[in-house]
């Protein structure tokens, strides 16, 4: 059973910028996909972005340019680095791990607020 956690969330101004961290408790390269999603309020949760074993991304269409998901095989984390933020940006933040067999990991969230 994966432990899913995240965590880098907070307050941060229209324009800056925050790095999320997704770490998992088993080898992250057992995974077929590695993905953000977010939730806004009173909205459903959408994909963000996904890395893949190899390590090809893809990238929802909003935040190309801006975000930028990354891992470190080392400590078993994949990133989401997020740029030039805005108020649409606001939400909870979910790392979701699919293993190779199928099985699907959630986090518990990390809350983005962007906010002047």
């Known amino acids: 059973q994966a432990q899913v956690v995240e965590s880098g969330g907070g307050l941060v101004q229209p324009g800056g910028s925050l790095k999320l961290s997704c770490a998992i408790s088993e080898n992250i390269l057992n995974f077929a996909s590695i993905s953000w999603h977010r939730q806004a309020p009173g909205k459903q949760r959408d994909w963000v972005a996904s890395?893949?074993?190899?390590?090809?991304?893809t990238n929802e269409d909003a935040v190309k340019g801006r975000f930028t998901v990354s891992r470190d095989n080392t400590k078993n984390t994949v990133y989401l680095q997020m740029n030039d933020l805005n108020a649409d940006d606001t939400g909870v933040y979910y790392c979701k791990a699919i293993e190779l067999g199928g099985k699907i990991y959630w986090g518990q969230g990390t809350q983005v607020t962007v906010s002047s």
């Open positions: 890395i893949f074993p190899r390590g090809n991304v």
